[in-house]
C-alpha cells in the first residue's frame, strides 16, 4: 500500500514542479495516504543506497510549492505539542520546506523501485528516514488542511 501512496504522492510532486496545474486538495490527500500506510513500515537496520536528487530539482520543486501554497507558507508551530504546563514554545514551520523534504527522503528510493530495485530495500529506505519525513508529514497536513478545507476570504 505505501508503494502506491508514495508513488502518487511522488508523481504529483513532479507534476507541480514541471509547471503544471496541482491542486492543494490533491497533494493533501495524496500525502494523508502516505502517511497512513508508512504506519505499516517495520524498523529496519539496514537499506540500499539511492542517489539523492539534486539541487536544481529541489530548488525547481520549492519553487512551484511556494506558488501553490503562497502566504500559508509560514505557519506557527509548537515545539513540544505535548507540553501542557507553562507556556508552549513556538516555531515558524515553512510548509514549502517541509513537502521538499518528505519529497527529498522518498523519491530516491521511489525511482530505485521504478526501476527494479528490491522492495525491501526501498521499504528499508522510508523505514529509516520516516521519522524525519513523517514530522514533516504532521506539520504539512495540518497546513494543508487548513488550505483545502478553511481558505482564507
Known sequence: MIVAAVDRL????????????VSSRALLAALAHVYAASCELEAVVAVGEFEAIDASERSALE??????????????????????????ELGCGDLVDDLADIYADLAPAWRAQRRGAALADVLGSWSVSADHWRRHAIDALGVLHRLVHDPAP
Open 10 to 21: 511522488c508523481r504529483l510532486l513532479e507534476t507541480l514542479a514541471r509547471g503544471e496545474a
Open 63 to 88: 519553487h512551484a510549492l511556494a506558488g501553490l501554497v503562497g502566504q500559508a507558507r509560514l505557519y506557527w508551530v509548537a515545539l513540544d505539542c505535548t507540553a501542557l504546563h507553562g507556556k508552549p
